[in-house]
Structure formats: C-alpha cells, structure tokens
C-alpha cells in the first residue's frame, strides 16, 4: 500500500497492517521526514532547562526571561523562527554552550576538591586526580541529544588550529603565575584555565590534556638543581648554594620545596661569606647562642675599647673548647684513682719482668750508657753527656729499679707514675727530649703492657686513663707548656690559641688533631655536647673578617692603621663607603642582619 506522509511525500509499498510508529520510525531513518513532522516535539532535559535559567538569573538578575532567551539565541545564531525546542531548534545549541560554561564553573571546585583530598594523609595514592575528573563529570552538564554532541565536537574540531598556542599559554600562566606569588595553588589554577577550555571544548588530545594531579605534580616538581639543594638541606650537609633558601611544606604535595630566606639573604649583601652563611644555619640551638654571643661581645667591642681589651669572641670558643678539656681531665683524674685502688690491691702478686730490664738495658747500652761494678751509670762518651736532665732522669729511674721489688706488681705501677713524674709535658719539670725521653717512654710502655696482659680489671681502667692522658698531653704539648690550662683564664688563652686552625702556621695540623683528639676522648667516655667547636671558630674568624679585629695590636689591626693615606686613597674609600650606604650596607645592618639570623628578635 502507498502511505501518504504529513509532509505531502508518498511511500510506496508499504505492507498491509503496518503499524503507524513503525511507520514513522521508518521515514526518519531514511530521512524522509523528521519527528515534528508527526507532530511530536523533542523531550527537554529538565536539567538543562533548570541550568539554562540559573545562568540566565545570575547574568541577568531577577529580570524577566524574555530578553535573556533572546540573548541565548542570538549567541548560539538561532533565529526566532517560533521554533523554541526541537531537533533543528536552540537545544542542541543550548547544550552545547551549557557544557562549555558549566565545565568552565566546575574547574575551580573540582581543584579544590582534588586539594583537599591530596592533604588527606590516610588518602589511597592517586585518589586526588580520580576527585578532580569525578566532580568536573558530575558538575560538567553533557549534552543529551545527538544534535548537541555533534554541534560540541564541531566547536571542538573549529578551536583545534589554536591547540598548540594554548598549551603554551597554559606553561606561561603556570610559570610566570608560581615565579610571581610563590603560590602553587595559584600557579596550578592559572595553569588549568587553557585545558579547562580545550576540555570543555572537546578536544581530547593527550598532549593538551593532563589530569589535575599530574599537572600539579609537574608544575611543583623541582629542578635537578634545586633538588640537590633540598637533599642538603634536609641532611644539614649546607654549602654555599643552599645558603639563600630555606624549606617550606608544599600545599600541593607536603613535600618540602624551596624558599627564599630573606634573612640569610640581607646577612650574605652585609658581606658575610655564603658558606659561612650555610654553616651557621645548620648549626644547633646551642651553637647559635654561642654565635650569638659572640657577635654581642664583637658589637660592643666596636664601642668600647676598654671592654675590647678583655673580651674577645674568640674567648667563647675557648670556653667551649676548656669545656671539652676539664671533662677529659675529670676523666683521667677518676680514672687515675681507680687505677691506684686496683694496684694497691695487686700488692704481692708477682710479674716477670726480666724481658722489661734487659730491653731496657739494651736502650741504655744503644744510647753509650755503660755501667761500673755497682750498676751505676756511666755517661762518659754516650748520647746524653752533658746534658743534666737527661742524665738525672736516667739516673733516677735506675736507682728506683735496684731500690725496691720491682717484680711486685704495685711496684711496677708506682714505677710507671715515677716515669710520668720525670717525662712530662707540664710545668712541673724540666722535661726530656731526644733519646732520653724515649728511652723511658718506651720502658714505661713494657711496664704498662705486663701489667695489662696479668691483669684484666687493671687493664680495663688503665686504658681509660692512658686515652685520657694522651689527649690532655698532646694539647698540652701543642700549645705549649708555658700555657697554664688549669688557670682561670684559659679560656682567653685556648680562644686565642683556637684562631691557629684558620690561618696558615705549621702547628695548625698538629693543633687540628689535638683538638678533635680532646673531643672524641671526651665523648667516648660518656660527655655529650651539642655545640660543635670548628663551626664557632668559623664563626670567630668571620666576624673578625665582616667586621675587622677589635685587637688594636693584632696583624690585621696594624695593616689597617698601615694604609695608605694619600687624597687619592682617602676619595676612593669615601666613594666606597657611599655607595654602600646607599646599597643599605653598613655596620650597624651587618650586626642587625646577622643577630637575626641567630634568632635575636628585634
């Protein structure tokens, strides 16, 4: 049969029975008519019908909705043809501009909503970026009608040419925006704004289009450089390239990232060495408020000459060196009188020493030493011949060794006591050199290793006393025994003696050991110390090179007093000295900057 359709075409055969709606189906498939044609008007989505009046109200006020339909079709280029709804109507026009702007509105919340989620430590890894795309979707209107995918990828498939200037505009925001503020928040929501639009758009392409995660991950992520700049700031490992930064938490990630410490910043323009700088930060609280001390002690120096005479920043390090010197002393001297109630408890043990005197006596006999009939010694003709100390130190260990038991055990410790007595570094005696003191030396060291090998319990506290006097002796013999460390103003002297280890003398090396030789023994036998001393030397040294020596008389003082003062030189400091005045440099800054960086509150 022919069936004759509303538009006036006719279809012909059509079988007999054939129901009208399949009918109608059949002719808009093949395009013979379309659905108003029957009649029947296209279903509108009730969401968008209530997105279409939100945004309208919010543009245009409370106004009535006349003027802004009007507007809504004069935007999507549909004119009013009376045809409101339909297939070739607004709505697929509609659609599509309602996605571009709802997807436009959704970004931001969905940033935040992806932020709040990555600051949530009990969040399973990834669920920051699944928030961002699950609530962009939901807040995002999809258009419902084929016409509106069709009309949206169309909008899509028109911006595509402009994809690749985006994408550069999107790394420009990003990066000027984060470089400005500082901000990664900021940074990653000027960043987005391009790809919202290409997204909402349509554009699909991987290489535009990143999930909110990764690219907040990337935009933070810092360089190599800046990397390695953060490893040593974490570990406290600081150089100079660390000494403008500090750290700070990351929004984004909480991972720590970079930061500009303005404070070591104005202390390095003062003129403070950057790697100085970087040492004083990562030094201890302790050690800052020694430094701090210092810079006080340095500042009112520079005010008054009088005080400057006998305070010294360097005495400070010697304070904190003296500490470490008594506790290694307090040591040896406990030490030592364990060491004698062990011995005395030894009293009529017997130990053979036969191996002690003949290698002894063959040091004597090496040296030219001989002996008459009643075992006194002959120094006619041997090494030490005329020289009185040597001679009577030898002397006297032999008398001691025919007057009294020397197998006995707490006589051969006595015996090691009577050598210190007549070798020894302090002030007490005249001291040994040469072949005399190491032949001594090395019969007191056989004495000591009999003792030991019989003996645990004596061995146990002998080698604590023997660490610590090794330590006390060997500082002693590098500053000298004309140095009294037991007076009260060793400090001063042990400061003064510390500034050797920033210079160039030869002892620097053997003063460097003796230190650090000081300190260990100290800690190894149970004194603990949070301040560490080289760094405060450091410190002394600095101060004495931003600030110039307070010592009048020192090296550095007199090539001061000793420069040139001809008009010319005069001019050039007097230049100088503006320009840094202008440049905010002088020494009343210097003072302030580097007090706050010590944590000084103004």
């Not at 013999?477 to 037991?486: E, F, I, Y």
């Amino acid at each position: 049969m022919n069936v004759t359709l509303p538009s006036g075409k006719v279809i012909q055969g059509i079988p007999e029975g054939t129901p009208k709606d399949v009918i109608m189906q059949k002719a808009i498939a093949a395009g013979l008519a379309n659905e108003q044609d029957f009649g029947i008007q296209e279903e509108v989505d009730p969401n968008l019908l209530q997105l279409q009046d939100m945004l309208v109200r919010q543009s245009k006020g409370e106004q009535g909705l006349e003027q802004p339909i009007e507007d809504l079709r004069q935007l999507t280029g549909q004119p009013d043809s009376g045809k409101t709804f339909g297939s070739g109507g607004i709505v697929p026009k509609l659609e599509a501009t309602a996605s571009m702007l709802s997807g436009m509105a959704a970004q931001p919340i969905a940033g935040v909503a992806g932020l709040i989620t990555a600051k949530d430590p009990f969040s399973p890894e990834g669920s920051a970026g699944t928030t961002v795309r699950n609530v962009q979707e939901a807040l995002t209107y999809q258009p419902r009608t084929e016409k509106g995918k069709e009309f949206q990828q169309a909008i899509g498939e028109a911006v595509k040419p402009i994809a690749e200037p985006l994408q550069k505009a999107e790394d420009f925001l990003g990066d000027t925006t984060f470089e400005a503020t500082g901000s990664p928040g900021l940074a990653a929501a000027a960043k987005s704004a391009p790809t919202a639009m290409l997204e909402v758009l349509g554009i699909k392409s991987g290489k535009i289009l990143k999930g909110a995660k990764d690219g907040v991950k990337k935009l933070v992520a810092p360089s190599p450089t800046k990397k390695k700049i953060i490893e040593s700031l974490q570990a406290g490992t600081g150089d100079a390239s660390t000494a403008k930064f500090k750290l700070k938490e990351s929004i984004l990630t909480g991972a720590p990232k970079l930061k500009k410490d303005k404070v070591a910043i104005e202390a390095i323009k003062q003129g403070f060495d950057e790697g100085v700088i970087a040492s004083v930060k990562g030094s201890s609280k302790a050690d800052k408020a020694k430094m701090l001390q210092m810079v006080e002690v340095m500042e009112k120096g520079k005010n008054n000459a009088k005080f400057a005479i006998e305070n010294r920043s360097s005495n400070i390090a010697g304070d904190s060196l003296m500490d470490r010197f008594k506790a290694v002393r307090n040591v040896n001297k406990k030490a030592g009188s364990e060491l004698d109630s062990i011995a005395r408890s030894l009293a009529g043990n017997k130990v053979d020493n036969t191996s002690v005197i003949a290698k002894f006596s063959k040091t004597l006999d090496d040296m030219g030493v001989s002996f008459d009939a009643s075992r006194n010694p002959i120094f006619k003709g041997s090494d030490v011949e005329g020289l009185g100390a040597s001679m009577k130190a030898i002397k006297q260990i032999i008398n001691r060794l025919k007057s009294v038991r020397s197998s006995d055990a707490y006589q051969m410790h006595r015996l090691k006591r009577f050598i210190d007595e007549n070798v020894t570094y302090g002030k007490s005696g005249e001291g040994l050199k040469g072949a005399a003191e190491r032949a001594l030396k090395s019969l007191r060291k056989n004495v000591d290793a009999k003792l030991d090998q019989k003996f645990p319990a004596y061995d146990k506290v002998n080698q604590k006393y023997a660490d610590t006097i090794d330590a006390l002796n060997s500082f002693q013999d590098v500053a000298g025994k004309k140095m009294d460390l037991s007076a009260g103003s060793a400090d001063k002297a042990t400061g003064t003696l510390l500034r050797r280890l920033m210079g160039n003398a030869q002892s620097r090396v053997r003063l460097l050991d003796a230190v650090n030789n000081v300190e260990n023994t100290a800690k190894k036998y149970g004194s603990k110390f949070d301040d560490d001393l080289l760094t405060q030397v450091l410190f002394v040294d600095e101060l004495d090179t931003v600030f110039g020596p307070v010592a009048r008389t020192s090296f550095q003082g007199q090539i001061k007093q000793a420069l040139p003062t001809s008009k010319q030189d005069v001019a050039m400091r007097a230049v100088e000295s503006i320009a840094k005045k202008v440049k905010g440099i002088d020494q009343e800054s210097a003072f302030k900057a580097i007090k706050k960086l010590l944590g000084k509150k103004d």
